[in-house]
DNA sequence: CAAGATTGAGTACTCAATCTTG
DNA sequence: CAAGATTGAGTACTCAATCTTG
């Protein structure tokens, strides 16, 4: 392993097998978010880290969350939710007010017009994603993604929200 | 569905299990390439990015890729790939020539420390991908994620590498 | 002073020019 | 002029202060 003249043998760290399998997995971890990314940006003029604060919130009893709690379902840091929702802000479609009841938390409500992006929006999304992972799988394949994903994030993060539903 | 009052119902656009099913594929892909990138950053001070490119120079015959296919092994642009290069070639990673059978392509070659770089690096990262990937699943698991990626891959870009291997 | 949130400086990325070679 | 590559301007992100409330 001296150097790097050609008849360095390149150590192999993981089987023909594995390799396959790894190659097959970080394909679609480094494009299926892209693929979600464009499809949303195109269509609708955001990103997939906008659509999930927005739809986070639409899910969320009177559309409206704490700004720790967005970003924990948004899936990122609290300084990038904080920039994110200024700019959802200026566009009139999230609005932030502080907790009344204490006022270290800030609550970002949706308003209408974010509700009814929302809705524009998510059907389309939706759309895409039955496209590129429900239609081209079995439904045997389907039970797999979800319990290879879970069992994936029990290693990454013990504590995950995909980990707490029950089958 | 008129603006948002307490009584608008959420409507469902995927049904329970669906629902199930993506969250838990969408946490995989939210948070295990971040876990990657953290590991590479902490221990070897590159990024996931910097990381394809100096090992898809190890595995290329003597160390040595046009810019453009490097950007397709790396999969990003190649506007990235050029800044990207640009830093690890500060780095004393790589050096870039011009081709001399045709000098609109440039050729990246990994240097001896570059080399050295990746025979230093790769272990701990196959390492965590063995932790995060390999020992979490079954033989039977991973079998399906091999072939459950290629279906998504024949959808997301039918001319991927990834599909290209037989059985 | 701890926890939540924001701000600012620096870095990395994207996208549309631009440059270069054949 | 097409294809490969780079550059520059603008945007988004990260990380380490800073601010604010209880």
């Known amino acids: 392993m001296a150097g790097h003249e050609p008849s360095a043998e390149q150590p192999r760290w993981l089987d023909d097998d594995e390799q396959q399998t790894w190659i097959a997995l970080a394909s679609v971890l480094l494009r299926l978010p892209g693929s979600l990314d464009a ?11 906008e ?8 899910m969320s009893p009177e559309q409206t969350m704490r700004m720790s709690d967005l970003a924990v379902v948004a899936e990122g840091s609290l300084s990038r939710l904080s920039q994110v929702v200024s700019r959802l802000e200026k566009r009139g479609w999230v609005r932030r007010t502080p907790d009344p009841t204490d006022g270290r938390y800030t609550l970002a409500a949706l ?6 992006k929302v809705v524009a929006t998510a059907p389309g999304h939706v759309e895409e994603v039955r496209r590129l992972v429900f239609d081209p799988l ?6 797999q993604v979800r319990d290879i994903g879970r069992r994936i994030m029990t290693v ?12």
């Open 39 to 49: 499809q949303l940006q195109r269509d609708a003029g955001i990103s997939h880290f």
């Open 51 to 58: 659509y999930l604060v927005l739809s986070g919130l639409s």
């Open 111 to 116: 308003t209408p017009a974010g509700w009814d």
């Open 138 to 143: 079995t439904r045997a394949q389907l039970r």
């Open 156 to 167: 990454i993060d013990p504590n995950d929200r995909c980990l707490e539903q029950g089958d």
